[in-house]
């Protein structure tokens, strides 16, 4: 298998309580996930709002509608992204978009079935921390 292009480690930190800093991340991953199992509900990003003002319902509606029917309870997770190149705002969402494509989560729409302007051959995330799957590595290949 080819080197990676470069590397992105996406450190997960479960997010709890209300003071937690995390929710004030501005360039950011977060993800849903359910209460009790390893299943990724929804992958999303924050860049120009914060994981705060993205987990209202007016924001991503259908996933809550999906969670609520679903188990009426979902775990919060926030990464904290480390790369060896400047995050922008492009990057973020190739980023998030491989996850979504290799993970497939029930609630997101976008990314599922094509990846499109959001390749980047030779990207290789590792998924730290609380990242609930046993695939813990993602490549752009």
């Known amino acids: ?25 501005n360039l950011a991953l977060y993800a849903y996930l359910a209460p009790r199992k390893a299943e990724v509900y929804y992958i999303g990003k924050c860049d120009g709002t914060t994981v705060r003002g993205r987990g209202c319902y007016s924001a991503k ?10 188990s ?9 992204i480390e790369v060896d190149q400047r995050l922008t705002r492009e990057l973020l969402a190739d980023i998030e978009c491989l996850l979504i494509y290799r993970v497939q989560p029930e609630c997101n729409v976008q990314c599922k079935s094509s990846r499109g302007k959001y390749s980047r051959p030779g990207m290789k995330i590792e998924c730290r921390g609380a990242w609930p799957l046993s695939k813990k590595v993602f490549r752009d290949d």
């Open 1 to 25: 298998m080819n080197e990676p292009t470069f590397v992105v480690r996406l450190h997960w930190y479960r997010v709890e309580e209300a003071e937690d800093l995390r929710w004030n991340h």
């Open 72 to 80: 009426q309870h979902h775990r919060l997770i926030v990464s904290e």
């Open 61 to 70: 509606s259908g996933a809550w509608d999906f969670i609520n029917k679903t």
